[in-house]
């Protein structure tokens, strides 16, 4: 049994550090909404080192880049990848980490003369985050096919900008077609953004699932008027609505308890003034769950609860469907090898699910996946205070290697 | 007994309808926030008429107008007025019927050759709304001294644009000082803004209180986080705060009953995107009753929640007084006054206190002061619905006119 692979962390580390002074902000972090400028002057900077490495470029319609890196054999690529987009307010690893490992992979291969049967592929996928464009992950989804090309292209951000005119502008819209062809398997590599791993002690998560998402805005009518004249029984307050709705759906997490999460992020109220009663409240509901019976049941309790709001305060609430994703299981065969992986390099690791949306669901129904998840300092991320230690990063990359280049040696 | 006098409906409701076209929006409202291009405009107009009346117009230096009807003898002016500052989606006659009333008081008295002893003047008061810069009634509490000149100039709206300088930019900062002397007595016509008189079928206000205001601005801090990955027993969400404590406010005032009012207007989060846990809340709560124990019981009830979410959520809460104003009790003489002109106009009558600040109530401790409320369609004001049937308005009129003639022929 040959010695494991190990990645060049220092090479890494010089990556990531490069990549995080675009679109950075203070106190560490970075602002590369998609289809910003900071984030053309990351895909620049990518496709840069892509082509340092003799990397194959391609460019699809919807702004994915994809660098390849070519096997022995005419197979299909062994693929991994992320995103480098983030949120307004973000941290310089979520995503960035999967799309600099995976250059770091090729580089270190291309050092060792490692041949591989099938190509390695490299994927940097468009608008992960879903912080400027609805629906998240949109440009894996559109990759692999479960959302239209059209569709997508025609989504527009809060400021009506449509999404196909912003790649356009940074320069972005490629000639290759979407749906791509499945690879012959997909493996990222992510920070894990929560603190199961931190709190366990354990370096390395094989990521068996990833929690199912359904997003829903709320616009809320109500009446406005003056806020010392109309008694309280006579309102038609859209900002109370708003945040009794806010508070019911904490209430609703609590009682259907962990791991079901319920979030309200967003909250605008018309016209915001300190004397009148709002007559317009807009809110976003984000809940998510392993099991899909529960996050049903959580949907139809929030929707209930919308019922007997707008019913109690006689305001009018109109829903819209963000998003929706079921929860996903990951190929058990991946999940086995990362552990395999972690326990011939000597690391901890624990099989675990996804909070998170991430680009590899995308690939699942599709081909063999899998994720590998490392440590979150205090299980922050989208923030600037977001943090995985070096070592960490090293333990998830070197693993990366190895399972790639195994996938990549396979004969059929 | 002489006949009562009768004002001009139909000049009255032609400058209404004048002054309506200044910052009209959509739905027959205007948008006069204070200091803006359409409040000078709104200014301007109102500065021609008084000129065209042959009034003596004087601007202080805080941009309140004020037009002087010339009296037989050296006294202090009989005094009535309001505002022409409107909130952002306003209505025509918020204001605009107290200041144009004034100007058909005097064109009719000029008609009708009238002399008094006491000038009656006609004011125009800066920033009554606090739509923009707080405190609210800015222009009348700087006029009678109980706000200085200084701190309101320095005061900036939520763009960081300060009073004074908006005030240079629209030309209004004038000559006159200010404080200046009490008048002889002060008189407010306005809309009630409020479904009482509506309701119980009655024409004609005749107010005795106000009720006192207390404006509180609170910044939540919490720790902004991914929605999917942390766990709601971890969260430090200053959204959910922000939503708890507006809630909680709706339940203090529910506790508390009428006429204890409670309002949570503006409310606004940061990042503000659907799938991060908001890492700052900015909110205002406005309380207010007549009787200021109840008030202080209210604003101590809104604290101790305050405290408490701080404590259960993690979040930092600081508060930031915003506007306070004890209730205000006026003149009972001239309660009398315009229940008696009611009478002898053959108006039905009821004694009542104002839910909303009004410039009056700044005179209230200086000179014998009243106002007369006309009624508001469904209640509605601080909206372009904000609707007085025509005959409300020329009953309101006939009041003043008398009322304001009767004391300016006082000989004192």
């Not at 859209?238 to 009682?255: H, N």
């Not at 922050?380 to 600037?384: A, E, G, K, M, P």
């Given at each position: 049994m040959s010695e494991p692979l190990k990645i060049d962390i220092a090479r890494l580390m010089g990556r990531i550090e490069a990549m995080a002074s675009v679109g950075q902000i203070e106190g560490g972090g970075v602002n590369r909404l998609a289809l910003s400028e900071a984030d053309r002057d990351g895909r620049d900077l990518l496709v840069?080192?892509?082509q340092d490495l003799n990397l194959q470029v391609t460019i699809d319609a919807i702004g994915n880049i994809v660098g390849q890196r070519s096997g022995s054999k005419n197979l299909a690529p062994v693929m991994t990848g992320s995103h480098l987009d983030s949120v307004a307010t973000g941290g310089r690893y979520d995503g960035t980490l999967g799309v600099l490992a995976g250059l770091e992979v090729v580089e270190r291969l291309d050092e060792l003369n490692v041949e591989t049967r099938h190509p390695i592929a490299v994927g940097c996928f468009s608008n992960e985050e879903g912080a400027r464009f609805a629906p998240d992950m949109l440009g894996s989804a559109v990759y692999q096919g479960s959302l239209d090309l059209q569709s997508a292209l025609n989504t527009s951000d809060a400021d009506g900008c449509v999404f196909g005119d912003c790649l356009d502008a940074i320069g972005y819209r490629g000639n290759a077609t979407v749906?791509?062809?499945?690879?012959?398997?997909f493996v990222e590599l992510h920070i894990e953004q929560g603190p199961v791993l931190e709190n366990a002690g354990i370096t390395i998560g094989a990521v068996e699932s990833v929690q199912g998402i359904s997003w829903t805005e709320y616009t809320i009518d109500g009446v406005s008027n003056h806020a010392g004249t109309t008694p309280m029984s006579m309102r038609k307050d859209?900002?109370?609505?708003?945040?009794?709705?806010?508070?019911?759906?904490?209430?609703?997490?609590?009682?259907l308890g962990a791991p079901q999460v319920a979030t309200v992020g967003a909250l605008s109220l018309e016209p915001n003034l300190v004397n009148v009663v709002a007559r317009r409240a807009t809110m976003t509901v984000d809940l998510r769950n392993v099991d899909d019976a529960i996050l049903i049941d959580a949907e139809s309790r929030v929707a209930a609860v919308v019922d007997r709001i707008s019913e109690r305060e006689g305001v009018h609430i109109q829903s819209r469907i963000l998003a929706r994703f079921q929860p996903v299981r990951f190929s058990e065969s991946i999940v086995r090898s990362v552990t395999h992986w972690a326990e011939r390099l000597k690391l901890s690791t624990i099989s675990m699910p996804s909070g998170a949306g991430h680009d590899a669901q995308m690939f699942a129904p599709r081909c063999p996946t899998g994720m590998i998840f490392v440590p979150s300092r205090d299980g922050?991320?989208?923030?600037?205070r977001e943090h995985t230690d070096r070592s960490d990063i090293e333990a998830g990359a070197n693993i990366l290697i190895n399972l790639l280049t195994e996938l990549a040696t396979e004969d059929y």
């Open positions: 840069e080192w892509m749906p791509a062809a499945p690879p012959h398997a859209a900002g109370y609505a708003a945040s009794a709705l806010a508070c019911a759906v904490r209430e609703i997490a609590t009682e922050i991320s989208h923030n600037v």
